[in-house]
């Protein structure tokens, strides 16, 4: 039997994407960047990893902005990215950092939500100590 040489990998096509999403997931250890059109479906995921930082570099701001110029880069460039609703979420050092490298990508920003989980009650809290 004959074997099937060639791969099955499918063809990446770009998508002319004018308006969609920007979700910042700004955490302690890392920034990770995803945008997405208007339906959610994504079209360029970019994260301090990606862009060689390492351990403790990840946490950084200037972490942040790297991964965020990066993604949004490569978003404008192959999709034609132009308006975005920016949702951040997290409260790492990237937050501020990602937020001021989209206002300095010149995009039409329509509408920034703060998607960050606060507990409303938490846990139940550990019982009274007694020595």
């Known amino acids: 039997m004959a074997q099937n040489t060639h791969s099955r990998t499918k063809k990446k096509v770009a998508r002319i994407v004018e308006s969609g999403r920007i979700y910042v997931s700004a955490t302690f250890n890392n920034t990770l960047v995803t945008v997405t059109d208007e339906q959610g479906n994504t079209i360029v995921l970019s994260s301090c990893g990606m ?11 200037y972490a942040g902005t790297v991964t965020t110029q990066a993604a949004l880069t490569k978003a404008i460039e192959e999709n034609r990215l132009r308006k975005v609703d920016i949702y951040i979420k997290g409260i790492g050092p990237g937050r501020e950092a990602a937020l001021r490298a989209i206002r300095a990508a010149n995009l039409d920003v329509g509408k920034i939500v703060d998607k960050t989980p606060i507990p409303h ?11």
């Open 121 to 131: 009650n938490g846990v139940r809290p550990p019982k009274v100590r007694r020595v």
């Open 51 to 61: 862009h060689g930082f390492t351990g403790t570099r990840k946490s950084t701001p």
